[in-house]
């Protein structure tokens, strides 16, 4: 056995796991917060505070008399309430039964009702709160787009681009662009060719200039756990020509890509300066429309963008929580439409990613840098908050119903009815799960 060239393949699954067990720490500490801190303002007692299940490494009683502690398994974690048999929030009877009246209003079972709706109810919040505020800072570190096309940076090119930073682009091949949104719109209409003409104002100046096509084949991004990141390739990467016919538009490359039917192209990549050749398998995916459903289509997980960099704004800490918000309600409105789509079949059922995908994702999220493993995170977050939505027994979600069931008929669901319900979410989940990771095994 080469256990040299064993070396590599063991590196990378320590960083695919240490990334994942960093993100979903981050993700569950955020959510187990926010049960812990709204039971806290409403009068609920956490009695233990952790992170991962089983022993404990190491752990700390705060003077509230809360154990805070990170346990041997990081693939969790919980809060336990005064008066809770385990970590699930099962109730202790018998605990409670001794308590004194003012003791039981510390309880999960002794609190108002609104209280413990508040309590469940922050878990979820606080994934969403958690996702929000990273987007919002993403949008604030980075900026958005100006109205108006101007240059704010030339992204690296095999050819020279006679535009310069602070160009104001006025026209495309003579027709006019008087913002960014008419820019986008002559640019999407224009057929693909080697250079366009563009109609500059620089320093007060008009000028009439010959460039790349406004959307070159150029990877603005790369996505994880796809061919082309399985091939080796970076953001930056231009796109030279395909099977050995040369391209100019990202358009181009992306119609080829949907005509191979999966076949293997050969790409010439100009990267810093040098080619090379790579050769890819375009994999099958459901993709989300803006108008709404999915469309399936062969795909190598570029993604594309302007021969320019916009000028870009700095928006205020009220536009960029506005922005974040918008960004988590798409994710959210994007996964509801992906499972029903999937649940009638419109869809495929590998599109349910378990365990295994999540953390390949993790660690091909990290190693695309800090930013994108941290967007990432934010990602999942808002995922795991719709997760325990679910009006399903043992989620935060199904808690939620019971205690809708309970403000309606004024009193809560029977000790025998929880258990049969608490046993059937269980194991529906067990079973997602299992179907999950069969996903991750055996789907293409």
């Given at each position: 056995?080469?256990i040299i060239?064993?070396?590599p393949?063991f590196?990378?699954?320590?960083?695919?796991?240490?990334?994942?067990?960093?993100?979903l720490?981050i993700i569950?500490?955020?959510?187990?917060?926010?049960?812990?801190?709204?039971?806290?303002?409403?009068?609920?007692?956490a009695?233990v505070?952790?992170?991962g299940f089983?022993?404990?490494?190491f752990?700390w009683?705060?003077?509230r008399?809360?154990?805070?502690?990170?346990?041997?398994l990081?693939?969790?974690g919980?809060?336990?309430?005064?008066?809770?048999?385990?970590?699930?929030?099962s109730?202790?009877?018998?605990?409670?039964?001794?308590?004194?009246a003012?003791?039981?209003?510390h309880?999960?079972?002794?609190?108002p009702?609104w209280?413990?709706?508040?309590?469940?109810a922050?878990?979820?919040?606080?994934?969403?709160i958690m996702?929000?505020?990273?987007?919002?800072?993403?949008?604030?570190?980075?900026?958005?787009?100006t109205?108006?096309?101007?240059?704010?940076?030339?992204k690296p090119?095999?050819?020279?681009?006679?535009?310069?930073?602070?160009?104001?682009?006025?026209?495309?091949?003579?027709?006019p662009?008087p913002d960014l949104?008419?820019?986008?719109?002559v640019?999407?209409?224009?057929?693909?060719?080697?250079a366009?003409?563009?109609?500059v104002?620089?320093?007060?100046q008009?000028m009439e200039?010959?460039?790349?096509?406004?959307?070159?084949?150029v990877?603005?991004?790369?996505s994880?756990?796809?061919?082309?990141?399985?091939?080796?390739?970076?953001?930056?990467?231009v796109?030279?020509?395909?099977?050995?016919a040369?391209?100019?538009a990202?358009?181009?490359?992306?119609?080829?890509?949907g005509?191979?039917?999966?076949?293997?192209l050969r790409?010439?990549?100009w990267?810093?300066?040098?080619?090379?050749d790579?050769?890819?398998?375009p994999?099958?995916?459901?993709?989300p429309?803006?108008?709404?459903?999915?469309?399936?289509?062969?795909?190598?997980?570029?993604?594309g963008?302007?021969?320019?960099?916009?000028?870009?704004?700095?928006?205020?800490?009220?536009?960029?929580?506005?922005?974040?918000?918008?960004?988590?309600?798409?994710?959210v409105?994007t996964?509801?439409?992906?499972?029903?789509?999937?649940?009638t079949?419109?869809?495929?059922?590998?599109n349910?990613?378990?365990?295994i995908?999540?953390?390949?994702?993790?660690?091909?999220?990290?190693?695309?840098?800090v930013?994108?493993?941290?967007?990432?995170?934010?990602?999942?977050?808002?995922?795991?908050?719709?997760?325990?939505?679910?009006?399903?027994?043992?989620?935060?979600?199904?808690?939620?119903?019971?205690?809708?069931?309970?403000?309606?008929?004024?009193?809560?669901p029977?000790?025998?009815?929880?258990?049969?319900l608490?046993?059937?979410?269980?194991a529906?989940l067990?079973t997602?799960?299992?179907?999950?990771?069969?996903?991750?095994?055996f789907?293409?």
């Amino acid at each position: 056995m080469d256990i040299i060239g064993l070396i590599p393949s063991f590196g990378g699954l320590i960083w695919t796991v240490v990334a994942f067990v960093v993100a979903l720490s981050i993700i569950v500490a955020v959510h187990e917060y926010g049960h812990y801190i709204v039971g806290r303002w409403t009068g609920i007692h956490a009695e233990v505070f952790s992170i991962g299940f089983g022993p404990q490494l190491f752990s700390w009683v705060d003077r509230r008399g809360t154990r805070w502690q990170v346990a041997a398994l990081p693939f969790g974690g919980y809060v336990r309430f005064l008066g809770d048999a385990d970590a699930a929030s099962s109730p202790d009877g018998a605990a409670v039964a001794r308590m004194t009246a003012e003791e039981r209003r510390h309880t999960m079972q002794g609190a108002p009702l609104w209280a413990r709706a508040a309590t469940v109810a922050a878990g979820p919040a606080f994934n969403f709160i958690m996702s929000v505020l990273v987007f919002a800072g993403f949008f604030l570190a980075q900026g958005v787009a100006t109205e108006q096309p101007v240059v704010g940076a030339l992204k690296p090119l095999p050819q020279a681009v006679a535009l310069e930073p602070g160009d104001r682009v006025v026209a495309l091949d003579g027709q006019p662009t008087p913002d960014l949104t008419a820019f986008f719109t002559v640019a999407n209409a224009l057929p693909p060719a080697p250079a366009v003409r563009y109609s500059v104002e620089r320093y007060g100046q008009a000028m009439e200039l010959d460039g790349p096509f406004p959307f070159p084949p150029v990877a603005d991004g790369v996505s994880p756990q796809s061919a082309a990141q399985a091939a080796g390739l970076l953001p930056g990467d231009v796109v030279l020509a395909v099977d050995g016919a040369p391209i100019h538009a990202f358009s181009q490359l992306r119609r080829i890509v949907g005509e191979s039917e999966g076949r293997d192209l050969r790409l010439t990549i100009w990267r810093a300066g040098t080619t090379q050749d790579v050769t890819l398998t375009p994999r099958r995916q459901d993709l989300p429309r803006a108008e709404g459903g999915f469309e399936t289509r062969w795909l190598l997980g570029l993604t594309g963008g302007l021969v320019f960099v916009p000028e870009t704004r700095t928006p205020g800490p009220l536009e960029s929580v506005q922005l974040g918000a918008s960004q988590t309600w798409a994710i959210v409105q994007t996964s509801l439409s992906g499972l029903w789509h999937m649940v009638t079949g419109a869809i495929s059922s590998c599109n349910l990613t378990g365990p295994i995908g999540i953390a390949e994702t993790s660690g091909a999220a990290a190693a695309q840098g800090v930013a994108s493993f941290i967007w990432f995170i934010a990602m999942l977050s808002t995922a795991v908050g719709l997760l325990n939505l679910f009006p399903v027994p043992v989620l935060d979600g199904g808690h939620l119903v019971f205690h809708a069931w309970e403000a309606a008929t004024g009193r809560p669901p029977s000790d025998r009815a929880l258990r049969i319900l608490m046993t059937a979410g269980l194991a529906l989940l067990l079973t997602l799960m299992v179907f999950a990771l069969s996903n991750d095994l055996f789907c293409p």
